[in-house]
DNA sequence: GATTGCTACGAGGGGTCC
DNA sequence: GGACCCCTCGTAGCAATC
């Protein structure tokens, strides 16, 4: 599974790593690219089943028709005792980024055979009952994020999957193993640990929802309660947008009931 | 060297809003 | 119907431990 779709670059003297957008690579018409940091034309590859290896300061390139495997490192988060050697990762990017009209990947794989009312995706042909789900899937073919992290610059798709990844600088841990105290950022890592460390199995089903917990992303507060999430983040931040999907949210539930609802709405915000 | 525990993250499922 | 939000599962990769 790819870990990234970003390419990322050792920004010159400083040597800190940084996510550098497709745009930001020239293609040239012999499938090879140009690197403008260090303004050095990295060689294509001869033989499409070897990507070639790389050193860390340059992309290098393997070949193949309708795209290029590159060779990136992936981010580190930098985060003390965590996984913060560099490792690569090997993915491709297709010239249809540029070219929309050519959709030539993964021909080897065996297609699923779509059901009626199914939608195809045309790049991996993965099989989606709804068009929202494909539209949505086929972001993680476009290699620009639209979610960038502020302190990383790493992208993301999903505005959830920032703010996961943004405890990793701030260091939140909203999931507390009630038994030894241990605390987690995700809740399935506490899952984990409950079930492996203490013995304790989730009464959840496959897929079932747990009880939503409401996390500020600022101080690390945790309530299960709404309105007590919601107190604190008026009373210690109230400048966060939190507060004002809160009060969107109020409004529109208090306007199918009662005019005031709107009302309270608009003096809050 | 193998196993364990954990972190981090890609990606699908589902609800809601506009 | 698309965007947004939140959830979950699965897994790569590492440090610590056995």
Redesign the pocket.
């Known amino acids: ?5 970003l390419v990322k670059k050792k920004r010159g003297a400083c040597g800190a790593w940084q996510w550098k957008e497709p745009e930001q690579l020239e293609w040239k018409e012999d499938n090879t690219f140009v690197d403008e940091m260090c303004m050095k034309q990295t060689p294509s590859c001869p033989d499409p089943q070897h990507p070639a290896t790389v050193s860390p300061s340059v992309i290098t390139l393997g070949c193949g028709t309708g795209g290029m495997r590159v060779s990136v490192p ?4 930098g ?1 003390p ?9 090997t993915v491709m990017l297709r010239r249809s980024v540029y070219e929309p009209t050519t959709l030539a990947l993964h021909r080897a794989k065996p297609r699923p055979s779509p059901g009626s009312g199914d939608f195809v ?1 045309p790049m ?1 042909y ?1 099989i ?6 494909l ?3 086929l ?3 476009n290699l620009v994020k ?1 979610h960038p992290c502020r302190f ?1 610059g ?1 992208g ?6 920032l ?3 943004m ?2 600088h701030t260091g939140i ?1 909203p999931y507390k193993c009630e038994l030894c105290e ?12 409950m079930r ?2 203490h013995s304790v199995h ?1 009464q ?12 500020c992303e600022d101080c690390g507060y945790t309530s299960s309660r709404p309105d007590e999430y919601f107190l604190h983040v008026r009373q210690c931040h109230p400048g966060s ?2 507060l004002r ?1 809160y009060y ?2 109020q409004a ?2 208090n306007s199918s009931f009662a005019p005031a609802g709107r009302y309270l709405f608009n003096n809050l915000i």
């Open positions: 599974m790819p870990r990234s779709f992936l981010e580190r988060s985060r005792g965590a996984d913060n050697r560099p490792s690569w990762s995706c991996c993965k989606f009952p709804l068009q929202r789900m539209t949505r899937h972001k993680c073919h639209r990383c790493k993301f798709n999903d505005t959830f999957d703010k996961r990844h405890r990793t841990r241990k605390a987690f950022t995700q809740r399935c890592s506490l899952e984990s640990h492996k460390i989730q959840y089903a496959y897929r079932q929802r747990r009880s939503k917990i409401f996390v947008p939190a999907r969107r949210r529109h539930e």
